[in-house]
């Protein structure tokens, strides 16, 4: 019995990761999609969007069952309660690419992305799709120095972020509204993206040490979600 419990524990973390590399497949092509305007494979990640949603709900499924028939404790209860809430997350991040789809679909067959801002949006699907790999790595190693050093990436995500405001707000800026609206809300999928890969690594330490990175004490609050 206890055996079969604890192969329960590894398959939920098994579907975790497999979620989360399905996400990081999701952004790839979205962005491939956006940057080339390509209609069949934006339709492709709209479409497989459910896919994702439900291996979430068969994640939640198993693991609320395991909190009300086994009632795990210490590493146990912070793997089951992790996975839930790394599951929410690895969602967010298919919806986000599903955001991202939307966008080259709407747009077709025209662009949506002036010449000027290409580079930066071919940048931000690299490290997202990295992030994602990354993620996905560190939910099966449970690598914590790994976890941890995902931030850096993460880093340069928000640098180009905030860098496209400046971008969009100078004065040379010849494309009109709608480009910098799409422009502005794209960037913010992507750097909301590699924020939800982040809080996934962040559970991946809270499994094994006990702690959230950055909580340090009652009332500090562990992270945002």
Known sequence: MREAYHDQLGHLADQ?????????????????????????????????????DDVRADIEEQAYALLALQAPVATDLRIVLA??????SVERMGDLALHV???ARRRHPNPVLPDTVRPYFSEMGRIAVELARE????IRTQDVARARSLEDADDAMDDL????????????????????VDTTLLGRFYERFADHAVSVAKRTVF????????????GSGAEST
């Open 83 to 88: 996975v839930i809430h790394a599951a929410e």
């Open 207 to 218: 499994v094994v040490t006990g702690r959230m990175p950055g909580y340090h004490g009652s």
């Open 101 to 103: 789809a939307k966008a």
């Open 16 to 52: 975790l990761a497999d979620m989360c590399g399905m996400a990081g497949v999701a952004m790839e092509r979205a962005t491939t999609s956006l940057l080339g305007a390509d209609l069949a494979l934006a339709e492709q990640v709209i479409g497989d969007d459910t896919k994702i």
């Open 135 to 138: 993620a996905t790595d560190i």
């Open 161 to 180: 972020h905030r860098h496209l405001f400046t971008v969009i707000m100078d004065k040379d800026w010849a494309h009109g509204v709608p480009a910098a």
